[in-house]
């Protein structure tokens, strides 16, 4: 039931509640008429009396009730009117959840092209969550998007469909946020593909994401990648950094290089290479 139906529907059990407090002080005081008299001057009630006595005592109690029922339903009329504006107001965004609890992925790749931005990278991670098929092209189309491309490279890592592996490739030479980010999402997916992309990344010194590019490389297993490691290694080692900042990342990238190496030495067996990391 939604907030709208939800608010109505407690306003008329108010409604229908301060009906019944009304009928039920009409009864009192109709009792009162007839038998009042006869309550404030007998002595013991019996015969025709009892049961009009019972109600007429019983009265005030059933108004209160009534009436503190009626006010509760109205409290949760307004605090459900409440919630409809506020569903109002997210609009479509509300929608998505439903969209994806249905599993309707065709409602949700319909909302990637929503003008809202926030709809959008919403509809994105439902998609993400329901990992279909059919949510991989249209993703791969937002890797261009500037805005929601790091997000598009975050799902596509979640999916893990290899259809994503090289424009993830296209995106992890360059030079904006999202890069990293293509860059995780390689390692994720495993395809050894990406190898010789993310080694010229290790290549760079300069790049301040070289342990984020050694721990995609250690996870896709290509053993390839274990003697241009070794180099680069070599390397790193033999240059002196310039002050304690420098040294620290010196330290922090050598060893994300030797942990890589020994991940794809171990899943590959003694055969990669015989050099120590």
Same mark, same amino acid.
């Given at each position: 039931?939604?907030?709208?139906?939800?608010?109505?529907?407690?306003?008329?059990?108010?409604?229908?509640?301060?009906?019944?407090?009304?009928?039920?002080?009409?009864?009192?005081?109709?009792?009162? $008429?007839?038998?009042?008299?006869? =309550?404030?001057?007998?002595?013991?009630?019996?015969?025709?009396?009892?049961?009009?006595?019972?109600?007429?005592?019983?009265?005030?109690?059933?108004?209160?009730?009534?009436?503190?029922?009626?006010? @509760?339903?109205?409290?949760?009329?307004?605090?459900?009117?409440?919630?409809?504006? +506020?569903?109002?107001?997210?609009?479509? @965004?509300?929608?998505?959840?439903?969209?994806?609890?249905?599993?309707?992925?065709?409602?949700?790749?319909?909302?990637?092209?929503?003008?809202?931005?926030?709809? /959008?990278? +919403? $509809?994105?991670? =439902?998609?993400?969550?329901? @990992?279909?098929?059919?949510?991989?092209?249209?993703?791969?189309?937002?890797?261009?998007?500037?805005?929601?491309?790091?997000?598009?490279?975050?799902?596509?890592?979640?999916?893990?469909?290899?259809?994503?592996?090289?424009?993830?490739?296209?995106?992890?030479?360059?030079?904006?946020?999202?890069?990293?980010?293509?860059?995780?999402?390689?390692?994720?997916?495993?395809?050894?593909?990406?190898?010789?992309?993310?080694?010229? @990344?290790? $290549?760079?010194?300069?790049?301040?994401?070289?342990?984020?590019?050694?721990?995609?490389?250690?996870?896709?297993?290509?053993?390839?990648?274990?003697?241009?490691?070794?180099?680069?290694?070599?390397?790193? /080692?033999?240059?002196?950094?310039?002050?304690?900042?420098?040294?620290?990342?010196? $330290?922090?990238?050598?060893?994300?290089?030797?942990?890589?190496?020994?991940?794809?030495? /171990?899943?590959?067996?003694?055969?990669?290479?015989?050099?120590?990391?």
């Amino acid at each position: 039931m939604t907030p709208t139906r939800t608010a109505r529907h407690l306003r008329e059990v108010a409604q229908w509640m301060e009906q019944a407090a009304e009928e039920t002080a009409a009864r009192a005081r109709a009792i009162e $008429a007839k038998y009042g008299e006869v =309550f404030r001057t007998a002595y013991t009630i019996s015969g025709e009396y009892y049961q009009p006595y019972l109600d007429y005592r019983a009265a005030p109690e059933e108004i209160a009730t009534a009436l503190r029922l009626r006010s @509760r339903a109205l409290a949760l009329a307004r605090t459900y009117d409440r919630r409809a504006r +506020r569903q109002a107001r997210l609009g479509d @965004r509300a929608d998505l959840a439903v969209l994806h609890e249905r599993g309707d992925t065709a409602g949700l790749l319909k909302a990637l092209d929503h003008r809202n931005q926030d709809v /959008r990278l +919403r $509809a994105l991670w =439902f998609l993400a969550d329901l @990992r279909h098929d059919a949510a991989v092209q249209p993703l791969i189309g937002l890797l261009d998007d500037p805005a929601l491309a790091e997000q598009a490279a975050r799902a596509l890592s979640h999916i893990g469909d290899p259809r994503a592996v090289e424009p993830l490739m296209s995106l992890a030479q360059q030079t904006r946020g999202a890069a990293d980010t293509a860059v995780i999402a390689l390692g994720n997916i495993g395809d050894p593909r990406a190898t010789d992309v993310l080694l010229k @990344r290790l $290549a760079n010194p300069a790049d301040l994401t070289l342990n984020t590019v050694a721990g995609a490389l250690g996870k896709l297993g290509d053993p390839r990648a274990v003697e241009p490691m070794r180099a680069i290694l070599s390397r790193l /080692r033999a240059t002196t950094p310039e002050n304690d900042v420098g040294r620290r990342l010196q $330290a922090l990238f050598c060893k994300s290089i030797e942990d890589a190496i020994d991940e794809i030495v /171990r899943a590959n067996g003694p055969r990669v290479g015989d050099e120590p990391s």
